[in-house]
């Protein structure tokens, strides 16, 4: 069975300044990789997502994620964030040819982005 | 608009009370899941379906049922038997050529 790990909870980060969410993966097969983002009261939407290619990954609201299989990671990285980033982040991670229970997810990292 | 509405957005019951809550999704998915949402917790998986007339049990699945008779529907009752079911209430559903989740908005399920 696969499992994620999101190793920080809480991440406050100033306006405008970088931030990076940590997430790694554990798994016995090949994987496809998520982040998403949950605003508060509200469902989940993708953010990017890697399925083959190139390891760098471009995905909405000038967010991108690096695939690294030797570390079985997958960070989040924004150069510089805005107050309109706070929110939940989710990284997930399905097994190639489509697990019947779907994703699974981490716990969670909440950005809490500062003025 | 092609999409997954859930309702209510908010939903308040008494103790005891079952209560069902609605997942309609017009993405002509095949695959849909309930999701409950605590804080620190993530996301944990209740209930999924495949197919018409077909489901499993996820990881939490205690004080809940489904039912899948239709394509587009997918409701989830919570039972008087669920310990604790004041919760954040997600579906989801998942497309054939790839593997991402798509969510509905959401309910709040208040039980007091």
């Known amino acids: 069975a696969q499992s994620v790990t999101q190793l920080d909870s809480q991440v406050p980060v100033f306006e405008e300044a970088p931030v990076e969410l940590r997430c790694n993966y554990s798994s016995s097969v090949s994987v496809y990789l998520f982040w998403y983002v949950q605003y508060p009261n509200q469902g989940l939407q993708l953010l990017l997502k890697?399925?083959?290619?190139?390891?760098l990954v471009k995905g909405i609201n000038g967010f991108e994620a690096e695939f690294n299989k030797s570390q079985t990671s997958f960070h989040l990285r924004k150069p510089s964030v805005h107050i309109s980033d706070t929110a939940e982040y989710f990284c997930?991670?399905?097994?190639?040819?489509?697990?019947?229970?779907?994703?699974?997810f981490g716990k969670g990292t909440h950005l809490i982005i500062q003025p | 608009d092609g999409g997954i509405t859930q309702s209510p957005k908010y939903l308040f019951r008494k103790e005891g009370q079952n209560v069902t809550l609605s997942c309609e999704q017009n993405l002509n998915h095949d695959a849909m899941y309930w999701y409950r949402q605590d804080p620190g917790q993530g996301l944990r998986l209740i209930y999924y379906?495949?197919?018409?007339?077909?489901?499993q049990k996820g990881d939490i699945a205690e004080g809940y049922s489904v039912s899948r008779e239709k394509k587009e529907s997918f409701p989830l009752t919570v039972t008087s038997a669920q310990k604790n079911p004041t919760a954040f209430y997600l579906c989801a559903t998942t497309g054939q050529l790839n593997y991402e989740q798509y969510f509905g908005p959401g309910t709040r399920l208040t039980v007091t």
């Open positions: 379906s495949q197919i018409v007339n077909d489901f």
């Open positions: 997930a991670v399905s097994i190639l040819g489509g697990g019947a229970d779907g994703l699974t």
């Open positions: 890697y399925l083959s290619g190139s390891t």
